[in-house]
Nanobody, 117 residues
């Protein structure tokens, strides 16, 4: 089991930037898969960015070229750098972790990102 705590959300104008952080309660060096999903009001939760075995990155088409996922194993933290924010990026962003390829996803509590002029 792993606990995840997100931070860094807030209100930003279109074109601005935010960086989300996801701090894990254990070493992330051996965690199989971590990443970010988001859920906007009235919509299903969708994948935003993932990092698998620390070597494979995957992004939703809607954020490619704007968002970057990274991790710092010394701090047991995964980041989501969000640049050139758009109104449609407004959502609650959730961090998750899969300890192994077979395990369930563990979720953080979510952090609100609001993009508005």
């Amino acid at each position: 089991q792993v606990q995840l705590v997100e931070s860094g959300g807030g209100l930003e104008q279109p074109g601005g930037s935010l960086r989300l952080s996801c701090a894990a309660s254990q070493s992330i060096g051996n965690i199989y898969d971590m990443g970010w999903y988001r859920q906007a009001p009235g919509k299903e939760r969708e994948m935003v960015a993932t990092i698998t075995k620390g070597t494979t990155w995957r992004y939703a088409d809607s954020v490619k070229g704007r968002f970057t996922i990274s991790r710092d194993t010394a701090k047991n933290t995964v980041y989501l750098q969000m640049n050139t924010l758009k109104l449609e990026d407004t959502a609650v962003y959730y961090c998750y972790a899969k300890l192994t390829i077979w395990s369930q996803r563990y979720w953080g509590q979510g952090t609100q990102v609001t993009v508005s002029s």
